[in-house]
Antibody
Framework: QVHLVQSGAEVKKPGASVEVSCKAS????????IHWVRQAPGQGLEWMGT????????SYPQKFQGRVTMTRDTSTSTVYMEVSSLRSADTAVYYC???????????WGQGTMVTVSS | DIQMTQSPSSVSASVGDRVTITCRAS??????VAWYQQKPGKAPKLLIY???SLQNGVPSRFSGSGSGTDFTLTISSLQPEDFATYYC?????????FGQGTKLEIK
């Protein structure tokens, strides 16, 4: 079975950092890039960036540059995303998704709710 | 950045109806569009890739068309399980961008 399994819900205070993990199983971890997408309550989907698990290179939209860092551990087939300087607007469900060769996202994690509240 | 403008933002329809959702890109993206379905509390699910290719396991009542800047997702005969929110996404370049979503509701 092919899966992406994410870490559990987090509650953080403004200004803190959060790290969300995404563990891949059932396929060759280094064969597909992983993207992160978030969804604020009642809102649409927002792309946060991508990491290539093979070499570790990453790309982020300008909005998140300097505040989002994606890393990977090939020994455990896990991708991590850290978001720093959290504010209330970062309250959202965060999803990881696998990129396929046609650049669609064919496999998604179950989502991780991150709540930022004082 | 490429903007994806999706319409309508919501639509009410009945079981058996034919529904079309439109997505317009702010520049030519060839056929680099995917469509996703999302139900409340669930992750998005891939329906269509490269504008018109049906993802494995997705019912054939779903179809996609278009190229360049204009794309459509059509559901030929709505079933109860199709009531959800649908998103288009461009896969032409970074940053990846999504349409704002279309909520399909039961009439």
């Amino acid at each position: 079975q092919v899966h992406l399994v994410q870490s559990g819900a987090e509650v953080k205070k403004p200004g803190a950092s959060v790290e969300v993990s995404c563990k891949a199983s059932g396929y060759t971890f280094t064969s597909n890039s992983i993207h992160w997408v978030r969804q604020a309550p009642g809102q649409g989907l927002e792309w946060m960036g991508t990491i290539n698990p093979s070499g570790g290179s990453s790309s982020y939209p300008q909005k998140f540059q300097g505040r989002v860092t994606m890393t990977r551990d090939t020994s455990t087939s896990t991708v991590y995303m850290e978001v720093s300087s959290l504010r209330s607007a970062d309250t959202a469900v965060y999803y990881c998704a696998r990129n396929r060769a046609d650049d669609s996202f064919d496999l998604w994690g179950q989502g991780t709710m991150v709540t930022v509240s004082s | 950045d490429i903007q994806m403008t999706q319409s309508p933002s919501s639509v009410s329809a009945s079981v058996g109806d034919r529904v079309t959702i439109t997505c317009r890109a702010s520049q030519d993206i060839s056929s680099w569009v995917a469509w996703y379905q999302q139900k409340p509390g669930k992750a998005p699910k891939l329906l269509i890739y490269t504008a018109s290719s049906l993802q494995n396991g997705v019912p054939s009542r779903f179809s996609g068309s278009g190229s360049g800047t204009d794309f459509t997702l059509t559901i030929s005969s709505l079933q109860p399980e199709d009531f959800a929110t649908y998103y288009c996404q461009q896969a032409n370049s970074f940053p990846r961008t999504f349409g704002q979503g279309t909520k399909l509701e039961i009439k």
